[in-house]
């Protein structure tokens, strides 16, 4: 079972990271371990996705999709963009903030790009009466104006970030940062499955709930288990969630889709697992997009969600050992992914699994006939409303910059 007790994925993962934290992710991984063996605390987290966040989630068989697809393919969507706060990451910040109230922390701290897991931090903040600051980049508040109010609404401080490129990489070092001068009183709320050991185990489980359900709601529809398993993948938190609990199904293919931006030349675009090489970025060893010199690149995605230069460890590690397949789905063909799903089906998806929808249709013709094919849908389009209205124009049937 992985990652070892170092924390390690194969040569992926670890823990990079000031001595002064070193205690305190020791404290994280004994709290965990404690929680993890204990009834009440997995009937609470349990009482809170259900009655709180919305779980379980439908697995709804798309299948005006599934018919304009052809092959007779069988096209399931797993809703995470039902939940609260509206995608995924609500599973994690619940789980957090529990593990944060049984170490007796008072404060939650956490980074964001686009936002959503700034709200999804600042809502369990909320919900469990505590303090709760958010990091994010400036060019980040400028461009996600909107969840920079809702955290506000919700009671969180949001403090801006101007080193950098003022995007989430920085929001991130500043967040690590703030929290080895905190580390008494606060927890650092780490929203992808990134970060030192403990984090992407923590956050793998946490999001687990996603596959486990899916696995279980496959069955009971098709009395079989799916051919492919396809999700987007920004640090790969939604996709592990959903891939995690089919590891052992060796026939269950995965394939997760990340960001091609504009194109794959350095700086365009977030395909890490593509076009990344070995580094150390926020406290582990992963692929992570760089120069020749080791100097982090610049990233680009239409999909704030998907727009950071690392990627989960556990991602790395799928891809070296082929567990997992990576493709690349670039900002045009994700807009119109969008735009299909919502034509098809009445759901208009947030722009990061409306690049797993897109590549749907370059899966289609390479799989037999009747395949099942299960995709994270991790969150709803409210967010993405302008961009796309933007991109695509208002009556949305003519791309104009596609
Ligand atoms: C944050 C986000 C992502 C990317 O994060 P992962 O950790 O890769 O899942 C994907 N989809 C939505 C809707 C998000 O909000």
New binding site residues.
């Given amino acids: 079972m992985l990652p070892d007790r170092t924390g390690h994925f194969g040569p992926f993962g670890g823990t990079f990271v000031p001595e002064t934290v070193m205690a305190a992710l020791a404290e994280l991984e004994q709290a965990y371990a404690a929680a993890r063996r204990d009834a009440a605390f997995r009937r609470e987290l349990g009482g809170l996705l259900r009655d709180y966040a919305g779980r379980p989630t439908p697995l709804y068989h798309a299948k005006r999709l599934s018919r304009a697809l052809g092959r007779n393919l069988r096209v399931y969507l797993k809703r ?2 039902l939940l609260h706060t ?4 609500i599973n994690n910040t619940l789980g957090q903030g529990l593990l944060a109230v049984r170490m007796g922390k008072r404060r939650l701290i956490a980074e964001t790009g ?1 936002g ?2 700034g709200v999804a931090t600042a809502t369990v903040a909320a919900l469990f009466g505590l303090a709760c600051e958010v990091f994010m980049g400036e060019e980040d508040m400028r461009r996600q104006a909107l969840n920079v109010v809702r955290m506000r609404l919700l009671g969180a401080r949001v403090t801006p970030v101007a080193s950098g490129t003022r995007t989430l990489k920085d929001a991130c070092n500043e967040a690590i940062r703030n929290w080895v001068t905190t580390v008494r009183t606060s927890h650092y709320c780490i ?3 990134v970060g030192p050991h403990p984090y992407p185990m923590l956050v793998r489980d946490f999001q687990s709930v996603i596959g486990r359900e899916a696995r279980r709601q496959i069955l009971a529809a098709e009395g079989r288990l799916p051919t492919v398993l396809l999700a ?8 592990i969630g959903l891939f995690h609990p089919f590891r052992d199904d060796r026939r269950v293919r995965f394939i997760g889709v990340e960001a091609g931006g504009s194109s794959l030349a350095p700086g365009r675009h977030a395909a890490t697992l593509l076009k990344g090489r070995i580094g150390v970025l926020h406290g582990s060893r992963s692929l992570l997009l760089q120069d020749r010199f080791g100097q982090v690149l610049p990233t680009a995605s239409i ?1 704030a ?2 727009d950071y230069p690392g990627v ?1 460890p556990e991602h790395a590690y799928y891809q070296l050992t082929g567990r997992a397949r990576y493709a690349a789905v670039s900002d045009a063909q994700a807009l119109r992914g969008a735009q299909r799903l919502a034509r098809t089906e009445g759901i208009l998806p ?1 722009l ?2 409306a690049h797993a929808i897109a590549y749907l249709k370059r899966l289609a013709p390479r799989l037999r006939r009747g395949a099942v094919v299960i995709v994270g849908l ?2 709803r389009g409210d967010k993405d409303v302008q961009t796309l209205a933007d991109h695509l124009g208002a009556d949305g049937a003519h791309p104009r910059h596609v």
């Fill in positions: 995470e963009d509206g995608a995924h990451k686009a959503q897991h929203g992808s499955v987007c993948v920004g640090g790969g938190s939604n996709a999909s969600g998907l989960g947030a990061e699994p991790s969150g």
